[in-house]
């Protein structure tokens, strides 16, 4: 599965965006999938997860509330639309898929990784 995230941006603190993780190679109806992010300096996080039917998802503390995951298996895509981002949203959005997932945090659990896309909030 080849994974290309896309819709980064510039905004302003309050501001939203909508990131899209397209794939391609593979359908990702039968992936779950998750949304990362590495700040400069700073670990990569988790951020958002959503199962593979939809039926399940999963927040960081930090966003949940602002964030929405959501996934269009027609188009095999997943996005993640962030409203009233903050500065410390400053960071490379990764997105990723896993074909057997215990725990949506963990990283080492994703099979596939995108290129990443960088979202820089500030006025």
């Known amino acids: 599965v080849q994974l290309q995230a896309s819709g980064g941006g510039q905004v302003q603190p309050g501001g939203s965006l909508r990131l899209s993780c397209a794939a391609s190679?593979?359908?990702?109806?039968?992936?779950?999938m998750g949304w990362f992010r590495q700040a400069p300096g700073k670990e990569r996080e988790f951020v958002a997860g959503?199962?593979?039917?939809?039926?399940?998802?999963f927040y960081a503390d930090s966003v949940k509330g602002r964030f929405t995951i959501s996934r269009d298996n027609a188009k095999n895509t997943v996005y993640l639309q962030m409203n009233s981002l903050k500065p410390e949203g400053t960071a490379v959005y990764f997105c990723?898929?896993?074909?057997?997932?215990?725990?949506?945090?963990?990283?080492?659990?994703?099979?596939?990784w995108g290129q990443g896309t960088l979202v820089t909030v500030s006025s």
């Open positions: 990723a898929a896993s074909g057997v997932l215990a725990n949506y945090p963990r990283d080492y659990e994703y099979d596939y």
């Open positions: 190679g593979r359908t990702l109806s039968t992936y779950h």
């Open positions: 959503i199962s593979w039917r939809s039926s399940s998802t």
